[in-house]
């Protein structure tokens, strides 16, 4: 499964763009992001998201998950295209 790596800096419409775009070829990926700003950034890109993929007739899903190492954890959104 492709990931998309978010940052505080990611600009949430590109970010979108690149999770639509790897939704329609390969109907799910993984996005992560780590600390407050860049959870947000991630937050709004899968908002914007949602909103190409039911303006083209089809929806997400998602699932998110915590994952913990040396003392850094990690916000992931399993993502799957619905329909």
């Given at each position: ?7 505080k800096?990611?600009?949430p419409?590109?970010?979108a763009g690149?999770?639509?775009g ?15 700003a ?11 998201a ?14 998110p998950?915590?994952?913990t190492s040396d ?5 992931i ?5 619905i329909?």
């Amino acid at each position: 499964m492709k990931c998309v790596r978010v940052s505080k800096d990611s600009a949430p419409a590109q970010v979108a763009g690149a999770i639509a775009g790897i939704l329609r070829e390969d109907g799910e990926v993984l996005v992560q992001a780590m600390g407050a700003a860049a959870v947000n950034q991630m937050a709004k890109a899968t908002a914007v998201a949602r909103r190409f993929m039911r303006d083209e007739g089809s929806d997400l899903s998602l699932q998110p998950r915590l994952e913990t190492s040396d003392d850094l954890t990690r916000v992931i959104f399993e993502v799957k295209k619905i329909g």
